[in-house]
């Protein structure tokens, strides 16, 4: 099992950017896909973003071309960079990570972060 903490959330004005962090530890943690959900007032969680160890992304359509997913493998950290922030991408975002793409959101989770746009 992997373990995962988010880091990087807070409150910003619409337009505004913010970076979420999300540091993975445990035994396999180098070797797992990672990636983004998050949940908004409606309590659903949809996904956001995902990259594998290749290098290969996946984003949901309400955010391409304003999000960047990147990792850095040294230090088993991926990162969620947000811009253009309008309300509605208000929720509390998850890092998920999982042995591949495909299994993203049913591995590990972890406690999730807020992030507030204000308009």
């Known amino acids: 099992q992997v373990q995962l903490q988010e880091s990087g959330g807070g409150l910003v004005q619409a337009g505004g950017s913010l970076r979420l962090s999300c540091a993975a530890s445990?035994?396999?943690?180098?070797?797992?896909?990672m990636g983004w959900f998050r949940q908004g007032p409606e309590k659903e969680r949809w996904f956001v973003a995902a990259?594998?160890?290749?290098?290969?992304?996946q984003y949901a359509d309400s955010v391409k071309g304003r999000f960047t997913i990147s990792r850095d493998n040294t230090k088993n950290t991926v990162y969620l960079q947000m811009s253009s922030l309008r309300p509605e991408d208000t929720a509390v975002y998850f890092c998920?990570?999982?042995?591949?793409?495909?299994?993203?959101?049913?591995?590990?989770w972890g406690q999730g972060t807020q992030v507030t746009v204000s308009s």
């Open positions: 445990g035994r396999t943690a180098s070797t797992y896909a």
């Open positions: 998920v990570a999982a042995p591949d793409l495909r299994s993203l959101g049913h591995s590990s």
């Open positions: 990259l594998d160890l290749s290098g290969n992304t």
